[in-house]
């Protein structure tokens, strides 16, 4: 689910809440150093996320924010910004030519770029707080 998030919507909030969780708070996201990323290149996406891309030459842009339970993907269009949420369960990463976040049968691929290398530590967070997560559902007996 794709949420057009240009202006603020209560339900969008409520739902967002309710996939990956509540945002962290102001002292969390001091200790954990910054909960956001820097803005990437967009390369390439699935064909159903097309449609949230410009038609045009213009360069796409998007960042991510970690929550509690999962990550948000902001998209930026043009004028308009959509919210692709992740809960944690559904997130894999794959660090090819650049870094491409896979969730639902849809996908996003970043350039690698100076852009994309400067957000090396909020991956290394992202993965910290993925694993954190998956621990605590963790059945197995060892």
């Given at each position: 689910m794709?949420l057009?998030s240009t202006?603020?919507?209560?339900?969008?909030?409520?739902?967002?809440?309710d996939?990956?969780?509540?945002?962290?708070?102001f002292?969390?996201?001091?200790?954990?150093?910054?909960?956001?990323?820097?803005?990437m290149i967009?390369?390439?996406?699935?064909?159903?996320l097309?449609a949230y891309?410009n038609?045009?030459s213009?360069?796409?842009y998007?960042?991510?924010e970690?929550?509690?339970?999962?990550?948000?993907?902001?998209?930026n269009?043009?004028?308009?910004n959509?919210?692709?949420?992740i809960?944690y369960?559904?997130l894999?990463?794959?660090?090819?030519?650049?870094?491409s976040?896979?969730a639902?049968?849809k996908f996003?691929?970043?350039?690698?770029?100076?852009?994309?290398?400067?957000?090396?530590h909020?991956f290394?967070k992202m993965?910290d707080?993925?694993?954190?997560?998956d621990?605590?559902y963790?059945?197995?007996?060892?």
């Amino acid at each position: 689910m794709i949420l057009d998030s240009t202006h603020f919507n209560k339900k969008h909030k409520e739902i967002l809440n309710d996939l990956v969780g509540e945002p962290f708070s102001f002292l969390e996201s001091l200790k954990m150093k910054g909960v956001g990323s820097k803005r990437m290149i967009i390369e390439d996406v699935s064909p159903n996320l097309k449609a949230y891309m410009n038609t045009v030459s213009d360069t796409n842009y998007a960042n991510l924010e970690l929550r509690k339970a999962g990550v948000l993907i902001y998209i930026n269009k043009g004028l308009k910004n959509f919210t692709w949420p992740i809960p944690y369960y559904q997130l894999v990463i794959y660090r090819t030519n650049g870094l491409s976040i896979h969730a639902k049968g849809k996908f996003i691929h970043f350039k690698n770029n100076k852009m994309f290398r400067e957000n090396k530590h909020f991956f290394v967070k992202m993965l910290d707080e993925k694993i954190k997560y998956d621990e605590k559902y963790n059945f197995l007996q060892g």
